[in-house]
């Protein structure tokens, strides 16, 4: 096999995500490894357990820079301490600028709990449920400077049931994540996406 690729994850919370990232890449024949965890959030309760699985770790609060730009040329600087040739989104809050995107571009991927192109943005649960869509599910696709508007790379879709609360739904999505985001950046270290 060829060298597996380098992964960093960006992080702002929970880091669920991240963690079925991490068990995936646990795999000998996988074709990434996880190599840092970026949480723009100290408190995020994800990089404890990246720190717990001897990943490392970085954090920068974005209110210590002078500007958006400033702070993500920090932020590519350590990604490039990390070497990474892949950076994935799980659950990073933060809008990203034109140039980081374009810096990273067909290298940065991110989860997102809709359907898209329906449901971009935040409360994508409730909003599918005010909709009354029959089907709703969450996509892994690549970054571009639109918000939630890049190209696709793998769906998976789950039923709307009656009763449904936008907790509940959310966590039928979130099993769907757990299994979507590994399989989509193991596409994409193939270069199969
Ligand atoms: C997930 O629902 C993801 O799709 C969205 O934010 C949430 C992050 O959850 N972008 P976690 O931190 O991975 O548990």
Redesign the pocket.
């Given at each position: 096999m060829n060298a597996k690729k380098r992964v960093a994850i960006l992080?702002s919370?929970?880091?669920?995500?991240?963690t079925a990232l991490i068990e995936a890449a646990k795999a000998p024949d996988y074709p990434a490894e996880i190599v840092g965890v970026f949480s723009n959030r100290a408190a995020a309760p994800?990089l404890e357990t990246a720190r717990a699985e001897g990943i490392e770790t970085a954090t920068l609060a974005q209110s210590s820079f002078p500007s958006r730009l400033d702070f993500e040329n920090r932020l590519t600087e350590i990604l490039e301490g990390w070497r990474a040739d892949i950076v994935c989104l799980?659950?990073f809050m933060r809008i990203l600028t034109p140039e980081f995107t374009a810096h990273w571009q067909g290298r940065l991927l991110?989860?997102?709990?809709s359907l898209l192109p329906d449901f971009p943005g935040l409360d994508t649960h409730a909003r599918a449920l005010a909709g009354n869509v029959a089907e709703h599910g969450?996509t892994v696709h690549f970054v571009t400077p639109g918000l939630d508007e890049g190209p696709a790379i793998l769906q998976a879709r789950v039923p709307v049931l009656p009763g449904d609360t936008p907790e509940t739904l959310?966590a039928r999505v979130?099993v769907e994540?757990h299994k979507l985001y590994p399989e989509a950046l193991r596409m994409v270290a193939l270069g199969e996406a």
């Open positions: 992080i919370g929970r880091g669920s995500n991240m994800g799980a659950g991110n989860i997102h709990p969450c959310a979130l994540e």
